[in-house]
């Protein structure tokens, strides 16, 4: 089946520490992006990338690092520097470029910081 | 800078109700509007992409309208059944980017009572 993975769906971690969020998709998009939702709220976007080995800031990047090596995967690193990490993270995909092209979501890793 | 509303935020209706759901966008020059469904603790499920060519779109017992002069969309749903309860999120897409960045609203909790 074609989709987006994200795991794990729930991470615990002590305030201090960077966190590694993963994000494989297989739907042969080169688009990628992170979201972050807080409750009641829309998305508001971290991270995205167009293609392989380039991403750039969304609205909200202070705090966040992220890689792409390869076209699958997007990982998001949450450091130390994110104030107010606890909130649940969204990947998405997409086709790249010009056009109206549909954004796929995964499941979302539901991130929680004491 | 884009904005995005949904109005109202929470709706509450008895099974078997046509409703209206009502997203509003500050700049009207758009690519795209995509409409999706979020289940609590889930990701997004796509539910339209209209374009901004585009003045409908259909999927079953949802419809989606696009007005762009006016800066409105709507998601009509037919016939509610309790499995519609949600939140529904609108996505903008924007011309002043290529890179297939969204701005989302913060969504429409519906609750459909049998």
């Known amino acids: 089946d074609g989709g987006i993975t994200q795991s794990p769906k729930y991470l615990f971690r002590k305030e201090g520490q960077n966190v590694t969020l993963s994000c494989e998709q297989n739907?042969?998009?080169?688009?990628m992006y992170w979201y972050r939702q807080d409750p009641g709220q829309g998305l508001r976007l971290i991270y995205y990338?167009?293609?392989?080995?380039?991403?750039q800031k969304g609205d909200i990047a202070e705090g966040y690092s992220v890689s792409r090596e390869k076209k699958e995967s997007f990982p998001l690193t949450v450091t130390s520097a994110q104030k107010n990490p606890t909130a649940f993270y969204l990947c998405?995909?997409?086709?790249?470029?010009?056009?109206?092209?549909?954004?796929?979501f995964g499941p979302g890793t539901r991130l929680t910081v004491t | 800078k884009q904005e995005v509303t949904q109005i109202p935020a929470a709706l509450s209706v008895p099974e078997g109700e046509n409703l209206v759901l009502n997203c509003s966008f500050t700049?009207?020059?758009?690519?795209?509007l995509q409409w999706f469904r979020q289940d609590p603790g889930k990701g997004l499920t796509s539910l339209l992409l209209?374009?901004?060519?585009?003045r409908e779109q259909t999927s079953g017992r949802l419809n989606a309208s696009l007005d762009k002069s006016s800066g409105r969309s709507t998601l009509y749903i037919a016939a509610s059944q309790p499995g519609d309860s949600a939140t529904y999120l609108c996505?903008?897409?924007?011309?002043?980017?290529?890179?297939?960045?969204?701005?989302f609203g913060d969504g429409t909790t519906l609750t459909v009572k049998p």
């Open positions: 990338s167009q293609i392989v080995n380039d991403f």
């Open positions: 209209i374009q901004s060519s585009q």
């Open positions: 700049d009207s020059a758009i690519y795209n």
């Open positions: 739907l042969n998009h080169d688009a």
């Open positions: 996505a903008v897409r924007g011309w002043d980017t290529n890179a297939g960045k969204s701005t």
């Open positions: 998405a995909s997409s086709i790249a470029g010009q056009g109206a092209h549909e954004q796929y």
